[in-house]
């Protein structure tokens, strides 16, 4: 049986990157393949593509989800439609349903419903709740940056291929790809695919429980269109850019699987709540960049089922004894798919 413990680790504060570097490619990458561990540098990704390979991009674009409604801060999480969303906020078992709250524009949101596990339900009294969030909200930064949004961050909390909106965090291994490295790619004789995954409130939730097994994973809403299954399906390999590509890929492959598909992936668009643990056989990816991921957290779970716990443990090690910058600003590492057991 696994346990959250399992996936714990020191990590020195300092190396927590509160702020992204000046350029996006100027970040470092570990190379873990197995064993063997080389530090290389973002740039030298394309080194590794090759021809007949795709690469999985998630081009969900962030919303300026946290804003201030009558003194209580909110960061929406999930949309039920265009203007019923939840959000989380501190106290909120506080404001009865039925309440109305006025945003700094005064626009109006109405409390419809409440609970513990996603906060509140509230519904946008306006007419376009993306213009609305633009003017009054914040991007959602993590909580472990202890800052403040600066004006920078609404350009460099996104990727550059950013297009549906929808997240409320960033798919943060794309925000190291500039258009150039993009053309390079395509340049060594692969191909780009652009999936969507919205990022929601599970990228952040805490493991609660020491039993993995008991562990509920939030639904988020991905999409992979018939073309692009069929790009993936001819792939000599998949590289995905990313833990929400990734689980975009294996959703779609599960789908493969309970179809009884003979390609890698199938089109879907569907919520997921795919939790992918040790003992996972990955049927979709071949590849994984990301960047690096908090003690214990679901996503470090993922990279430890993909590369092998005990390879992870190492290259952690490495990252933190060589002072790689971690988590959202941070820098990346390129994982390989460890061989089957």
């Known amino acids: 049986m696994l346990h959250t413990s399992d996936f714990d680790f020191e990590l020195p504060p300092e190396l ?8 996006r490619d100027a970040s470092r990458m570990l190379v873990v393949d197995g064993p063997r561990i080389s ?24 919303i300026p989800a946290r804003f201030m409604a009558a003194g209580h801060e909110i960061t929406l999480h999930t949309a039920e439609n265009k203007k019923v969303w939840w959000g989380l906020c501190k106290k909120f078992m506080r404001i009865p349903v039925g309440t109305k709250l006025e945003l700094e524009n005064g626009v109006m949101i109405k ?73 390079e790619i395509e340049a060594r004789g692969a191909k780009i695919v652009k ?3 919205h990022v929601g409130a599970g990228t952040w939730m805490p493991v609660k429980t020491e039993d993995l097994s008991q562990h509920k994973m939030h639904s988020e809403w991905c999409c992979i269109t018939e073309e692009q299954a069929a790009i993936i399906n001819n792939a000599t390999r998949v590289i995905a850019v990313g833990t929400t590509s ?3 890929l ?48 679901t996503l470090f779970m993922l990279v ?6 005990e390879n992870m443990r190492a290259a952690y090690r490495h990252a933190i004894a060589e002072k790689y910058r971690f988590f959202s600003y941070g820098d990346c590492c390129l994982l390989f798919k460890k061989d089957s057991d």
Do not use: W
């Open 16 to 23: 927590i990157a509160g702020c992204p570097l000046e350029r």
């Open 39 to 62: 530090d290389r540098h973002i740039r030298d990704f394309v080194e590794f593509i090759r021809p007949g390979d795709v690469v999985v991009f998630n081009n969900s674009k962030v």
């Open 111 to 183: 409390v419809l419903d409440k609970n513990s596990e996603s906060g509140l339900k509230i519904r946008f009294l306006c007419d376009d709740v993306f213009e609305t969030l633009n003017q009054v909200g914040k991007m959602p930064l993590p909580p472990y940056m202890r800052r403040e949004e600066l004006p920078d961050d609404r350009e460099r909390y996104q990727t550059v291929y950013a297009d549906p909106v929808g997240s409320m965090a960033a798919p943060t291994a794309g925000l190291h790809f500039t258009p150039e490295l993009m053309s």
């Open 195 to 197: 999936v969507t995954l």
């Open 246 to 248: 990734m689980r975009t």
């Open 250 to 297: 294996e959703s779609a492959a599960m789908d493969a699987g309970n179809f009884g598909a003979a390609g890698r992936v199938v089109p879907i668009c569907r919520n997921t709540n795919i939790f992918i643990t040790p003992g996972y056989k990955f049927r979709a990816t071949d590849v994984l960049l990301t960047n690096f991921h908090l003690p214990k957290s």
């Open 304 to 309: 430890s089922a993909f590369a092998g716990l």
